[in-house]
């Protein structure tokens, strides 16, 4: 059984990086063909698909966002990360990490998300 599991401070200064871990068991972030993503989604907003990282460790971000997001891996801890910076309250959303086969935010039977986690940006 796939599980995911975002982890991360709920709050984060204006001006600061945002941290979040995607911690994943059940599969491996070394698993061919899946896009490891990151998703959030502002309060009374849609969905924001924010980037991805592959098996191979190749990123992928949202135009909006590429400035300030950096994906990464940790293959010893079956992880992955977030990092966006120079965050502003505009950030505040809920934060999902998710096992995808495609790239946006189509999905497929295959697709597993993490509950989400709320990151509030505040002084």
């Known amino acids: 059984q796939v599980q995911l599991q975002e982890s991360g401070p709920g709050l984060v200064k204006p001006s600061q990086t945002l941290s979040l871990t995607c911690s994943v068991s059940?599969?491996?972030?070394?698993?061919?063909?899946?896009?490891w993503t990151w998703i959030r989604q502002p309060p009374g907003k849609g969905l924001e698909w924010m980037g991805a990282?592959?098996?191979?460790?190749?990123?992928y971000y949202s135009p909006s966002l590429k400035s300030r997001t950096s994906i990464s891996r940790d293959t010893t801890k079956n992880h992955f990360t977030l990092q966006l910076s120079s965050v502003t309250p505009e950030d505040t959303a809920v934060y999902f990490c998710?096992?995808?086969?495609?790239?946006?935010?189509?999905?497929?039977?295959?697709?597993?998300w993490g509950q989400g986690t709320l990151v509030t940006v505040s002084s």
């Open positions: 990282i592959t098996s191979s460790g190749s990123t």
């Open positions: 059940g599969d491996s972030v070394t698993n061919l063909y899946v896009y």
């Open positions: 998710k096992r995808a086969y495609n790239l946006g935010l189509t999905n497929t039977s295959g697709d597993r």
